[in-house]
């Protein structure tokens, strides 16, 4: 069985403070990873996808993998309100794409 | 809007009915995927096409469920003879080959 587990939260932080996230999974052949925001009733976006052990940063958004561990995290500097949302983790291993339950943040002005 | 389309938005209906919907991916993207979310979870695999063929098929998915991409552009979810349990989120998404995936909006289905 392929699990991907995230904390659900609620994660609150305060404006402009580090958001941070975490999921782990459980296939060791996953190959690529992802992160997505989902806003209440609408659809995942995505934000950032890695495929290699280290750090890949986009803008406010970092995203950390360690295969090693099994590990994959998401930092969100300079936090803001519109950043409230759940955040998906998703794992891909042979195609198969499996997605945890989500982490709720909260941004608090 | 290049994005991907499903259509209908909202879906309601009484147990026992059939329902489908569509899904237009992103001309480009060669694959396609249907999934389920329900409140408070993550988006639970469906099934996917690479081009017209069906590639994969969930285990949980019952014999009630059928999809098909009959010309490798848009695709069909059909779920039969409904039930309660079925109401739910239906997400449709594209990629290219071992790319990420960019979902539609959804659409809802509640059953009565």
């Known amino acids: 069985q392929k699990e991907v587990e995230q904390n659900s939260g609620p994660l609150s932080v305060p404006e402009g403070a580090i958001a941070s996230l975490n999921c782990t999974y459980s296939?060791?052949?996953?190959?690529?990873f992802f992160w997505y925001r989902q806003y209440s009733g609408k659809s995942p976006e995505l934000i950032m996808f890695?495929?290699?052990?280290g750090d890949k940063e986009d803008g406010r958004f970092t995203a950390q993998l360690n295969k090693a561990s099994q590990y994959v995290s998401l930092l969100i500097r300079d936090s803001q309100p519109s950043d409230s949302a759940t955040y998906l983790c998703?794992?891909?291993?042979?195609?198969?794409?499996?997605f945890g339950a989500g982490t709720r943040l909260t941004v608090k002005p | 809007d290049t994005g991907v389309s499903q259509d209908p938005r909202h879906k309601i209906t009484k147990r026992g009915q059939n329902v489908t919907f569509r899904c237009d991916p992103i001309?480009?993207?060669?694959?396609l995927y249907w999934y389920r979310q329900t409140l408070g979870q993550g988006p639970e695999f469906l099934t996917y096409?690479?081009?017209?063929?069906?590639?994969?098929k969930s285990r949980l998915l019952s014999d009630r469920f059928s999809a098909e991409r009959p010309k490798g552009s848009f695709s069909t979810l059909e779920i039969q003879r409904t039930e309660q349990g079925d109401s739910a989120m239906y997400l449709c998404?594209?990629?290219?080959?071992?790319?990420?995936?960019?979902f539609g909006d959804g659409t809802r289905l509640s059953i009565l």
């Open positions: 296939d060791r052949g996953s190959q690529s």
């Open positions: 998703a794992v891909n291993s042979d195609n198969d794409m499996r």
């Open positions: 998404a594209s990629g290219p080959i071992n790319q990420p995936q960019h």
């Open positions: 890695i495929y290699s052990n």
């Open positions: 096409f690479q081009n017209e063929a069906q590639l994969e």
């Open positions: 001309s480009e993207h060669n694959r």
